[in-house]
């Protein structure tokens, strides 16, 4: 989550959003962890895991890359550094 913040951090002023979410885990557990990370990015919680189901999360972490139609343009299972991040978004544009 470091690298996603650092990546929310460095592209906050171009129209990109970064959106955390919490599947099945304990508000308070989440809540302690962000603000021990001191994330700035918004992390959302999934008490059911229907987001989860939704968008077909088999492993956590999983990283969506949405646009601004609302449509999946890439989906990337794992964890990512900055580079990572910033050379699947760049490939995008």
Same mark, same amino acid.
């Given at each position: 989550?470091?690298?996603?913040? %650092?990546?929310?951090?460095?592209? /906050?002023?171009?129209? #990109?959003?970064?959106?955390?979410?919490?599947?099945? &885990?304990?508000?308070? =557990?989440?809540?302690?962890?962000?603000?021990?990370?001191?994330?700035?990015?918004?992390?959302?919680?999934?008490?059911?895991? %229907?987001?989860?189901?939704?968008? /077909?999360?088999?492993? #956590?972490?999983?990283?969506?890359?949405?646009?601004? &139609?609302?449509?999946? =343009?890439?989906?990337?299972?794992?964890?990512?550094?900055?580079?990572?991040?910033?050379?699947?978004?760049?490939?995008?544009?």
């Amino acid at each position: 989550m470091p690298q996603l913040d %650092e990546f929310h951090q460095a592209n /906050k002023n171009n129209n #990109t959003v970064v959106i955390a979410v919490s599947l099945l &885990e304990d508000e308070k =557990i989440v809540n302690t962890f962000v603000e021990k990370g001191d994330y700035s990015f918004p992390v959302l919680m999934d008490k059911t895991a %229907e987001s989860g189901f939704e968008y /077909k999360v088999r492993f #956590t972490p999983t990283t969506y890359l949405i646009n601004t &139609e609302g449509k999946i =343009i890439d989906i990337i299972v794992g964890p990512l550094d900055f580079q990572q991040i910033y050379d699947r978004f760049q490939a995008l544009e």
